[in-house]
């Protein structure tokens, strides 16, 4: 029997066992294939209905379900820390010692923020890219009467363009409350313009200036002096809050920095359109994991499964597995309470914004509610 072994039940590796679990289906049926998610953690958050979640636009308990319930039926969960992967002897190993021998092990441990590379901003900064931290912000906000706002974006991290929307979100937010006219916004980036890809910068610039938010580029987070309400960079700035929303810099699992395949901050070296381990033939990562120089977003996940699936049931039945990713990537953007436009991109094609319209907000949120559909890998 042909063993799976996927680490991480996340986006990621659920929509793979999820198709794996359709597309080879006879083989499962048939004992020729068993199918293994490792997850250490009993619910699937649905994580960019985080987003929402400061502005009581969704509640915690409508972004999470059972990793159990979003699972096929055949396919085999385990509980646990993965905590090893042997190359060698081909076997990935869970924090209680278990083994799980692999014909193709699947590494889709995601990524995560890390606030305590910045000094003082657990103690003093608000991030919403956690159950509990959105909740956070959402109390604050709630209490908000207006002042100095400053927005601050670490890199790498997941879903590029959800700072942007907050931003815009939050001033549409402080418009309709009527608190805008008190208000200052500020947007603090790292690079020279207020997003990596040059369109969508253009784009957040003209959405940024139109509304008088401020921005600020270059700007490297070195810590919060929590005494003064003053979020400081590198090379000294220091900018005044009383509200400050941070988007950390982002590792991946410690499981991938644990690998002994990882670079530094975790992310796995990954043929860019095999999406194998870099000199592995049956280790595979997807998801936010890669060291891939495209979104770390819930949509690559999603197309990466698509080709990987379709690899793996090919390969198991003999055959060479040689669908490419070509580095598709789909994104949807608020830019306010009701208005929203999307990118589509892929590694030779650049993103190009559409025009901001109440549709598009209309068609985020409705793929949002299909996320658990989505999941299935019937789509
Ligand atoms: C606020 C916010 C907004 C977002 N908005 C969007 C959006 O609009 N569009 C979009 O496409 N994407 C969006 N994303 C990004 C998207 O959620 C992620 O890119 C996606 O979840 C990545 O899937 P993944 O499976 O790689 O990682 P995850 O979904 O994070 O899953 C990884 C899983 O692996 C588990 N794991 C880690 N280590 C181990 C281990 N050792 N053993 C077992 N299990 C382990 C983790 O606990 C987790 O369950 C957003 C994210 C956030 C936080």
Same mark, same amino acid.
């Given at each position: 029997?042909?063993?799976?072994?996927?680490?991480?039940?996340?986006?990621?590796?659920?929509?793979?066992?999820?198709?794996?679990?359709?597309?080879?289906?006879?083989?499962?049926?048939?004992?020729?294939?068993?199918?293994?998610?490792?997850?250490?953690?009993?619910?699937?958050?649905?994580?960019?209905?985080?987003?929402?979640?400061?502005?009581?636009?969704?509640?915690?308990?409508?972004?999470?379900?059972?990793?159990?319930?979003? +699972?096929?039926?055949? =396919?085999?969960?385990?509980?646990? #820390?993965? @905590?090893? $992967? /042997?190359?060698? &002897?081909?076997?990935?190993?869970?924090?209680?010692?278990?083994?799980?021998?692999?014909?193709?092990?699947?590494?889709?441990?995601?990524?995560?923020?890390?606030?305590?590379?910045?000094?003082?901003?657990?103690?003093?900064?608000?991030?919403?890219?956690?159950?509990?931290?959105?909740?956070?912000?959402?109390?604050?906000?709630?209490?908000?009467?207006?002042?100095?706002?400053?927005?601050?974006?670490?890199?790498?991290?997941?879903?590029?363009?959800?700072?942007?929307?907050?931003?815009?979100?939050?001033?549409?937010?402080?418009?309709?409350?009527?608190?805008?006219?008190?208000?200052?916004?500020?947007?603090?980036?790292?690079?020279?313009?207020?997003?990596?890809?040059?369109?969508?910068?253009?784009?957040?610039?003209?959405?940024?200036?139109?509304?008088?938010?401020?921005?600020?580029?270059?700007? +490297?987070?070195?810590? =919060?002096?929590?005494?003064?309400? #003053?979020? @400081?960079? $590198? /090379?000294?700035? &220091?900018?005044?809050?009383?509200?400050?929303?941070?988007?950390?810099?982002?590792?991946?699992?410690?499981?991938?920095?644990?690998?002994?395949?990882?670079?530094?901050?975790?992310?796995?070296?990954?043929?860019?359109?095999?999406?194998?381990?870099?000199?592995?033939?049956?280790?595979?990562?997807?998801?936010?994991?890669?060291?891939?120089?495209?979104?770390?977003?819930?949509?690559?996940?999603?197309?990466?499964?698509?080709?990987?699936?379709?690899?793996?049931?090919?390969?198991?039945?003999?055959?060479?597995?040689?669908?490419?990713?070509?580095?598709?990537?789909?994104?949807?953007?608020?830019?306010?309470?009701?208005?929203?436009?999307?990118?589509?991109?892929?590694?030779?094609?650049?993103?190009?914004?559409?025009?901001?319209?109440?549709?598009?907000?209309?068609?985020?949120?409705?793929?949002?509610?299909?996320?658990? =559909?989505?999941?299935?890998?019937?789509?």
């Amino acid at each position: 029997m042909k063993e799976v072994v996927i680490v991480g039940g996340g986006t990621a590796g659920t929509m793979l066992a999820n198709r794996l679990a359709r597309d080879a289906a006879p083989e499962i049926a048939g004992g020729e294939l068993r199918v293994t998610v490792i997850s250490n953690k009993e619910e699937h958050l649905y994580q960019p209905g985080l987003l929402y979640i400061p502005f009581r636009l969704k509640k915690p308990e409508e972004l999470m379900r059972k990793v159990k319930e979003v +699972l096929h039926p055949s =396919v085999r969960l385990i509980f646990g #820390e993965a @905590v090893h $992967i /042997d190359a060698e &002897r081909k076997v990935v190993t869970t924090d209680g010692g278990q083994r799980f021998p692999y014909d193709y092990a699947v590494i889709a441990t995601g990524s995560h923020p890390e606030p305590d590379q910045i000094p003082g901003l657990l103690e003093a900064g608000h991030i919403f890219y956690t159950v509990d931290g959105a909740l956070k912000l959402q109390q604050a906000m709630d209490t908000f009467q207006g002042g100095k706002v400053v927005i601050a974006v670490g890199l790498p991290h997941k879903c590029p363009v959800a700072p942007l929307e907050f931003t815009m979100m939050f001033e549409d937010w402080a418009r309709k409350k009527g608190i805008r006219d008190k208000t200052d916004i500020t947007y603090c980036y790292p690079l020279a313009r207020p997003y990596g890809t040059e369109s969508v910068a253009n784009m957040a610039q003209r959405e940024f200036e139109s509304r008088g938010v401020h921005i600020e580029t270059f700007f +490297l987070m070195e810590e =919060v002096d929590t005494k003064k309400k #003053e979020l @400081v960079s $590198i /090379d000294g700035r &220091r900018i005044p809050f009383d509200l400050l929303v941070v988007i950390p810099p982002h590792k991946g699992s410690t499981f991938s920095q644990k690998s002994g395949f990882s670079d530094e901050e975790g992310w796995m070296p990954t043929d860019r359109n095999r999406l194998n381990l870099a000199d592995q033939t049956d280790i595979f990562v997807i998801g936010d994991a890669t060291n891939l120089p495209i979104s770390k977003a819930g949509s690559v996940a999603h197309f990466e499964s698509e080709i990987l699936a379709a690899n793996l049931v090919d390969r198991i039945r003999g055959g060479p597995g040689e669908r490419l990713y070509h580095g598709k990537v789909f994104c949807f953007i608020e830019t306010g309470l009701d208005k929203a436009t999307y990118i589509a991109f892929d590694y030779a094609n650049p993103p190009n914004p559409v025009t901001p319209s109440k549709p598009v907000h209309w068609a985020k949120l409705s793929y949002n509610n299909m996320h658990w =559909v989505n999941l299935q890998g019937i789509m």
